[in-house]
């Protein structure tokens, strides 16, 4: 099987799972929160429903285009939350996961965001053939 359709089925798994997280447990999301989003509860299962709405349109191949670039979005959209969570836990005496985890998740969500759009096939690059110029 090639690796596409793999990394499209664990990264649907990955939202899917969060998404079902944000709208059963949004107390620890509602704690990550940047305090000058507004109607914070609402954003929290919003975001939940749309990271259920990609998992499941990523798996849908007539759906598959509209929901990468959903959910490329939706990563960079939520950038500020992950950054939040990173000073909130580094600022503690005792950090709850320290640079272990926050700096790796900071690094890579680019990546996360190349990734829904990859799988989605929305981009070929960097595996894509090159036009002739």
Do not use: S
């Not at 305090?35 to 954003?43: M, T």
């Not at 000073?87 to 996961?97: S, V």
């Not at 272990?100 to 595996?127: D, T």
Request: contains cysteine; positive net charge.
């Amino acid at each position: 099987m090639p690796i596409r359709p793999i990394l499209r089925l664990i990264l649907a798994a990955a939202f899917l799972a969060a998404g079902i997280l944000h709208v059963a447990i949004p107390g620890p999301f509602l704690g990550i929160t940047p305090g000058w989003v507004p109607f914070a509860p609402a954003v929290i299962m919003l975001t939940g429903l749309a990271e259920i709405a990609g998992a499941v349109g990523l798996m849908v191949p007539r759906l598959r285009r509209a929901a990468g670039i959903g959910l490329a979005l939706y990563a960079v959209c939520v950038f500020p939350a992950n950054i939040q969570h990173a000073i909130d836990d580094l600022a503690r005496a005792e950090p709850l996961l320290g640079w272990a985890y926050h700096g790796p998740r900071l690094l890579l969500q680019p990546a996360v965001v190349w990734l829904c759009l990859w799988v989605a096939e929305v981009i070929a690059w960097p595996f894509g053939r090159r036009q002739a110029a």
